[in-house]
């Protein structure tokens, strides 16, 4: 399983580059897993962060991407709810690189 | 994770050529985009896998046991003796070839592995060096191998590029069912812990927590109330979903994907709009919330495993019998695995409809209804007040499921219950639906990111008769009956086919649904605008509803 160091610790990653132990995360670990794919992130970025960590927190799963979308149109305004604001700031897809960048596993089954 | 292929690119790659080298000396390549990530040890301790170890494919070292050929051949031996099945299909194949270009992964690779014939020789080869006389005296010559680790790889490889569709079974003059040979093939590949994670995360998360995606009770709750209020912003009626009630008439059961991924979640809110309309007393239930099972693509025993909660939910609740959701494998294994596990179900009764009367005899074993059925009974009734007019920005064609065409039979109903629905509908070419149907290209268990150029591949013979009818008659959108089709039809018609969207049919069969009481619809489950009236023709819709139990708008 690939790791890397950080601030003297060596994370353990899955094969497509999520944390495999979510006790690992830290504020400082999401910026350097974004700056590692040429990414700075920015207010906008960490208000999606942590609406998913919060998420995460109380239903063990990242959210179905309806409920992030209103989510975000609740906070930053209803011109910003949509999936093309959101693939605006995640180019991979928020439900794959925000919750990378957050610390979530990502989901399986018939997803 | 691979970077996907470019469509050109792709396609110019695939050629028919057969390689020089015997295909005994032909090294298998495991190569990246074409396989998925091997089991985490995690998710394999949860439900007591043999060998729990992280492990990756690409490596050289696959950290086996050191007896495992002992371990394999045994297992052979094992299913030789309880699957009378697999012996007839290993001994009887002549390889007369019909078979070979009816596989999707054939036609999107042109690697001769794929041809079904070949992929059951995989393991044909070596049942002969160990099972019988020939094979044993003259070993190469009679087509006997030995199973040793180039094998063992070439298995792995060739049975996660199978999906179990059984379209070459269709065409086989000995009717053998070549995903028979696949199904043994992975039990035995999972006696040395060499399943892939995208299967065994979700055997762990189904036996833990009841579901595959592991959504814990207050989460299928809550994405339900979700799609609850956006059910009430577009018809201004509120619907009341019960959860575990016991005393209910009816136990609801559907694939997870329903309850989570997108476009799956509108076939969800159509479930739940039909439900209300009826008034039908029915519950969902936060224990037995998986239709689905990927313990299938594990072993038997698994599937046995994680599918006997759902009778043993029906009996708790005191249901009096089972709905379940647009699934495909989920019907494969009610239909003909379910009684035999977990049943007899002799605490239900035989489903019948309320609101109609019907009672479904063919459900009288398993004491479980599809809903597709269940549906196309009230319409066939003349129970439901339905506008398709309302679908008219959308071009319909429909994709028959592997498993529930084939697998059940399930043929005419979903294109009855669509025809009632929409007044765009156009089949696609014969020779890929109905029980020829072409798979997605990402069933049983193959839909996960890091083959998606396997995936993509194979989903071309079904994308290239979508592709079609988008040319000749505008289709854009692709209707199915199957949570694992609305997940990986998107990704497949985003690379192949622009333009064409995928849905469930209880989305569109909502998106016509006149409730009562209800406000004027402005848009779809989706949000998109609905057709103004002036471009609608000038037909009422019950007039074409009528119509629409007629001949086929092919």
């Known amino acids: 399983m690939p790791t890397i160091e950080f601030q003297g610790k060596q994370i353990e990653l899955d094969e497509d580059g999520y944390l495999l132990n979510l006790g690992d995360w830290t504020p400082e670990l999401a910026n350097h897993l974004a700056e590692r794919d040429g990414m700075t992130l920015t207010e906008a970025h960490w208000e999606v962060i942590n609406f998913l960590r919060d998420y995460y927190a109380k239903y063990q799963i990242a959210p179905m991407i309806k409920i992030l979308v209103k989510e975000i149109a609740k906070s930053m305004g209803p011109e910003k709810g949509n999936t093309k604001y959101l693939y605006q700031l995640y180019p991979a897809g928020p439900a794959k690189q925000a919750c990378l960048y957050a610390g979530l596993p990502k989901p399986t089954g018939c997803v | ?554």
């Not at chain 2, 390549?29 to 492990?55: H, L």
């Not at chain 2, 008219?392 to 979903?414: A, I, Q, Y």
């Not at chain 2, 649904?513 to 023709?537: A, F, I, N, S, W």
């Open chain 2, 1 to 554: 994770m691979a970077k996907e292929p470019k469509k050109e690119d792709l396609l110019q790659s695939i050629s028919y050529k057969a390689p020089k080298t015997f295909w005994m000396d032909t090294p298998t390549q495991i190569k990246p985009g074409m396989f998925c990530w091997g089991a985490k040890a995690k998710s394999m301790n949860v439900v007591g896998m043999p060998n729990a170890r992280d492990w990756n494919p690409a490596e050289e070292d696959w950290k086996l046991p050191e007896n495992w050929q002992e371990i394999l051949i045994e297992g052979l031996r094992e299913r030789l003796d309880k699957y009378r099945s697999l012996r007839l299909f290993l001994d009887i194949c002549v390889r007369c070839g019909a078979c070979a270009d009816k596989c999707h992964f054939y036609i999107g690779t042109g690697d001769p592995k794929n041809m079904p014939v070949v992929r059951g020789e995989l393991m044909r080869s070596v049942y002969r060096k160990y099972f019988t006389t020939g094979g044993k005296m003259f070993g190469k010559l009679a087509g006997a191998r030995e199973m040793d680790l180039q094998v063992l790889k070439e298995w792995w490889t060739y049975f996660f590029q199978c999906t179990e569709c059984r379209r070459c079974s269709v065409f086989c003059p000995y009717g053998i069912d070549h995903a028979e040979i696949t199904i043994a093939g992975r039990e035995l590949l999972n006696l040395l812990g060499l399943n892939i994670e995208w299967i065994q995360g979700p055997v762990s998360n189904c036996f833990m927590k009841g579901n595959h995606l592991g959504l814990e009770p207050q989460t299928i709750v809550s994405n339900i109330e979700f799609m609850v209020d956006d059910i009430e912003t577009l018809t201004g009626i509120r619907i009341n979903p019960t959860f575990n009630r016991k005393g209910a008439e009816i136990l609801f059961v559907t694939p997870s994907g329903d309850l989570f991924g997108d476009p799956g979640v509108y076939t969800c809110m159509g479930y739940l709009m039909l439900f209300h309309e009826l008034g039908l007393d029915y519950t969902w239930s936060t224990y037995a919330s998986e239709g689905g099972n990927f313990g299938f693509f594990t072993s038997n025993e698994m599937a046995k495993r994680l599918n006997a909660k759902i009778y043993a939910e029906a009996k708790r609740l005191g249901v009096k019998w089972i709905l379940g959701g647009e699934c495909g494998h989920m019907w494969r294994l009610v239909h003909q695995y379910m009684n035999t596990w977990n049943g007899p179900a002799d605490f239900l009764e035989v489903p019948k409809s309320p609101i109609t009367g019907t009672v479904f005899d063919n459900a009288r074993a398993t004491k479980m209804t599809h809903i597709i059925e269940f549906t196309a009974d009230l319409m066939k009734h003349g129970k439901l007040k339905l506008d398709p007019s309302r679908n008219d920005h959308l071009k319909v064609t429909f994709h028959d499921s592997c498993n529930t065409s084939r697998g059940m039979g399930l043929l005419e109903e979903p294109r009855y219950v669509l025809k009632n629905v929409c007044r765009n509908f156009h089949e696609m070419p014969r020779e890929t639906i109905r029980e020829q149907t072409f798979c997605c290209g990402s069933g049983s268990g193959l839909n996960a990111g890091e083959d998606m150029e396997l995936r993509l591949r194979g989903g071309l013979p079904r994308a290239n008769a979508v592709k079609y009818v988008h040319d000749k008659h505008g289709v854009n959108m692709l209707a199915n009956i199957c949570a694992i089709d609305r997940a990986t039809l998107t990704a497949s018609m985003n690379y192949w086919v622009p333009g064409v969207a995928v849905a469930g049919t209880h989305e569109l069969v909502a998106n016509a649904l006149v409730m009562k009481g209800e406000k004027k619809r402005e848009t779809d489950l989706r949000g998109e605008p609905l057709p103004l009236p002036e471009e609608q023709t000038n037909v009422s819709a019950r007039a074409v509803t009528e119509k629409a139990g007629g001949e086929a708008n092919v």
